[in-house]
């Protein structure tokens, strides 16, 4: 089974543009999580989608939003970029049967700078 | 809210030492533990889970880890490092009830010489 792929790998933006980074979840999984790492903050969940719905929000302004479509591959928008927003973005998979808490498979993630 | 612990930010071992690190966790319940490890500019590995049971848990590359609830900490071990350890390993706590959020720690980045 192929593992999650993000596109594009590499990203280069300056500061005011938007920007759009693209998921696709393993083969059956439902729940597309993403995740937000940069040196100073670590690891921060953004938010996850579930049957074309986000099921869970972290803490980030309203600039960054997101969106599942029916074949479960994701998508996340950053607007007005700032120089703060670069950082690797890392998407995350996981089945989701409905039982309990499901492992999550990791993307190779999308470096994302700002200039 | 839950929160995790890595109090080493930066770890240096010998190959062939043996190897632990340490993550505290604060959740109001027994949590579902994790540790990843993170190769630099990869994703993340997942090297071992806890939701219930034995306490002491076997994962990939020959690590293992304990559950002490009595500490709140799920300490990250292995016998013997490889060069091929040196990486970057986070801790993590997910909440049961179907909630795919995780929490990780800041951290460790483990670094083996010669």
């Known amino acids: 089974k192929a593992g999650v792929t993000q596109t594009p790998r590499y990203l280069i933006k300056t500061r005011g543009q938007q920007v759009t980074l693209s998921c696709s979840p393993i083969s059956g999984h439902r729940s597309v999580s993403w995740y937000q790492q940069t040196p100073g903050q670590g690891l921060q969940f953004l938010f996850e989608?579930?049957?074309?719905?986000?099921?869970n929000k972290g803490n980030f302004p309203g600039r960054f939003s997101g969106r599942q479509f029916s074949n479960s591959r994701s998508e996340m928008n950053v607007s007005t970029l700032e120089l703060g927003d670069s950082a690797l973005y890392l998407c995350?998979?996981?089945?989701?049967?409905?039982?309990?808490?499901?492992?999550?498979?990791f993307g190779p993630g999308t470096r994302l700078t700002v200039l | 809210a839950q929160s995790v612990t890595q109090p080493d930010i930066h770890i240096t071992v010998s190959e062939g030492a043996s190897l632990e690190l340490r993550c505290n966790y604060s959740?109001?319940?027994?949590?579902?533990l994790f540790w990843y490890v993170q190769s630099p500019g990869q994703g993340l590995q997942l090297l071992l889970k806890y939701f219930s049971g034995d306490t002491l848990v076997q994962g990939i590359k020959g690590f293992e880890a304990e559950f002490k609830r009595s500490q709140s900490s799920f300490n990250l071990r292995k016998p013997s490092v490889h060069w091929s350890d040196a990486a970057e390993y986070f801790c993590?706590?997910?909440?049961?009830?179907?909630?795919?959020?995780?929490?990780f720690g800041t951290g460790t980045r483990l670094t083996i010489i010669p």
């Open positions: 959740y109001g319940a027994t949590p579902y």
């Open positions: 995350a998979s996981s089945p989701d049967a409905g039982q309990g808490y499901n492992e999550q498979f």
């Open positions: 989608y579930f049957s074309e719905t986000q099921r």
């Open positions: 993590a706590v997910g909440s049961p009830g179907g909630n795919e959020k995780l929490t």
